[in-house]
């Protein structure tokens, strides 16, 4: 079963940076496109960014040109370089993966999984 841990997360002022790190407990970079999620207190979870297996990137409305998604294939890890943080970034942050419609290699999951979270809180 593929874990993704994400830790990284913690209290920071507004206008001050935070990186965020998820490490899937297999590599599955090569085969996933992977993203970015966060769920606010009383809100539903929205995208923040994606990774495409090719490598492009996406970003919410709201992030872009403060956050930036980045992956090392040798150090199996995916990050989210926070900058410029506002009060309302604050919010549980979580790591997702997708399965591709086809595996190259053993299939691993189906569907999509769930990091557990790490937390990023910014104080004004």
């Known amino acids: 079963q593929v874990q993704l841990v994400e830790s990284g997360g913690g209290s920071v002022q507004a206008g001050g940076a935070l990186k965020v790190s998820c490490v899937p407990s297999?590599?599955?970079?090569?085969?996933?496109?992977m993203a970015w999620y966060r769920q606010a207190p009383g809100k539903e979870r929205e995208l923040v960014s994606t990774?495409?297996?090719?490598?492009?990137?996406t970003y919410a409305e709201s992030v872009k040109g403060r956050f930036t998604i980045s992956r090392d294939r040798f150090k199996n890890t995916l990050w989210l370089q926070m900058s410029s943080l506002k009060t309302e970034d604050t919010a549980v942050y979580y790591c997702?993966?997708?399965?591709?419609?086809?595996?190259?290699?053993?299939?691993?999951?189906?569907?999509?999984?769930w990091g557990q979270g790490t937390q990023v809180t910014v104080s004004s």
């Open positions: 997702a993966a997708d399965a591709p419609p086809v595996w190259n290699g053993t299939p691993l999951f189906a569907g999509r999984i």
């Open positions: 297999v590599y599955i970079f090569d085969n996933c496109g």
């Open positions: 990774i495409s297996r090719y490598g492009d990137t």
